[in-house]
């Protein structure tokens, strides 16, 4: 069984700075995977080497059985769903909610032209499937939070991707559409495909799904296993350098911290 991500020794430098150092991290088929870390710990620089966006210094990176620098990373891209602030501060204000979904049929940001009808088909269903069928017309600037990320994960799905990929998506969000968006999450990692990697700082915000955490620091890992061998309060206080209570299970775990 081939897995779905693959890293050796992964190091990343960005002038004299190692961002990261020597990272070795498998996600096989059937898995759900968070990342965790502190600002800076590595985890942005981690996803930029998986999507292509950002060449590694040293060490191995195979995505879907691909291996970056042999194969063409950006037909390799459109088979990788993601979902991610900075995906949603690019989108045109004047896109419509129906272009952007459809463009991840091609994995375009931002449409040029029109859909066709086989993309157009399918942003519909996807968009019934996600329960955002009302927001098709409506511009992107007028849509609430919520509704834009409601959008970007049916945009991520849309093209049957092997691989989805969230990234702090419940950034920004309210109370309220933060406990939606975590429920359609869930559903999602429930699911078992596409596979699934969850990038948060939160771990409220951990699907019951989750069967894996990888917790980074200063570029290391700092743990990795199943959810309920990292997610102790030992292993966090380590990775978050504070006190740390956690508590909870597999649904609604919680991090408080002590001091």
Known sequence: MKALLEIEGLTVRRGGTVVLRGLTWRVMPGEVWTILGPNGSGKTSLLSCLTGLLTPSGGVVRVLGERYGETDWIGLRRRIGMVSSSL???????????????SGMSGQINYWGRLDAEEEA????????????????????VLSQGER??????????????????DEPCAGLDPAARERFLGLMGRMAA??????????HHVEEIP????????LRGGRVAAAGPVGEVLRSGEMSRV??????????????????VG
């Open 88 to 102: 949603r501060q690019r989108v045109d204000d004047d896109e419509t909610a129906l272009s952007v979904i459809g």
């Open 122 to 141: 399918a942003a519909r269903r996807m968009a019934g499937r996600l329960r955002c069928t009302g927001l098709l017309e409506r511009r992107w600037e």
């Open 149 to 166: 990320q409601r959008v970007l994960m049916a945009r991520a799905l849309v093209g049957e991707p092997a691989l989805l990929i969230l």
């Open 191 to 200: 699911r078992g495909k596409p596979g699934l990697v969850l990038v948060t």
């Open 208 to 215: 019951a799904a989750c069967t894996h955490v990888l917790a």
């Open 240 to 257: 978050f350098g504070c006190r740390a209570e956690v508590g909870g299970g597999p649904g609604r775990w919680w991090l408080r911290v």
